[in-house]
């Protein structure tokens, strides 16, 4: 079964820290890696990452994956409390529905 | 540009119910479109996706079903709603990769 592992599941930090979101992955034909934002409704793009070890940088998010050992992380850089939201991570399989899996998502608020 | 819309934003129902929500996608042609349900304490679960008019697969066993009677609609419905069928409805699209664009969510109670 594939299977997609976020951790940690929730994180609160004051705002200026750096913080650092994992996400494992176990799927049979992966093909991308997705990271998105989800603050109240409608999950917003960050990334997509397909080749190893080239970071997709924005701003103050920065990710990378291995596709080696099977992760990827999410940096944020000098949090702000607009960053307090629900980050997934989803593996995009090969095929061509263009389905992804998701995990279960970092809750990370950020406090003044 | 393209967008999604997706409604109600909020629905409640009484067990044994009947369901239909009903998602559009603008400025965009022969897109695939997606069901997910997002329960809490849980990721995403693809429920239904289809890469055009009248192609359902159905990912889980459930008490759902999906249609997509034009290119650019997809309804979500159900003869008679279960307690567990409760959660936040995403609606989402996708071209060409799998960059998905995701609707606002209708988030469904059961009484």
């Known amino acids: 079964e594939d299977k997609v592992v976020q951790s940690p599941l929730s994180l609160v930090v004051h705002e200026g820290d750096t913080v650092t979101l994992n996400c494992s992955y176990e799927v049979t034909n992966f093909r991308s890696l997705l990271w998105y934002k989800q603050e109240k409704k409608a999950p917003t793009f960050l990334f997509m990452l397909?080749?190893?070890?080239i970071e997709k940088k924005s701003g103050r998010l920065s990710s990378i994956l291995d596709k080696k050992e099977l992760f990827s992380i999410l940096n944020i850089t000098a949090t702000q409390t607009g960053d307090s939201a629900v980050y997934l991570c989803?593996?995009?399989?090969?095929?061509?529905?263009?389905?992804?899996?998701f995990g279960k998502g970092t809750k990370l608020t950020v406090n003044p | 540009s393209q967008t999604i819309h997706q409604w109600p934003a909020t629905l409640v129902q009484p067990v044994g119910s009947p369901l239909s929500l009903e998602c559009t996608v603008e400025g965009t042609s022969n897109p695939n479109l997606y069901w997910y349900r997002q329960a809490a304490g849980r990721g995403l679960q693809l429920l239904f996706y289809s890469v055009g008019i009248g192609q359902i697969s159905s990912e889980v066993p459930q008490n759902l079903s999906a249609s997509r009677p034009q290119d650019r609609q997809f309804i979500l419905s159900s003869k008679k709603l279960l307690l567990s069928d409760s959660g936040f409805y995403l609606c989402a699209w996708s071209v060409g990769s799998h960059r998905v664009h995701f609707g606002d969510g209708t988030r469904l109670s059961i009484l």
């Open positions: 989803a593996v995009g399989l090969q095929g061509g529905s263009e389905k992804l899996v």
């Open positions: 397909t080749s190893s070890g």
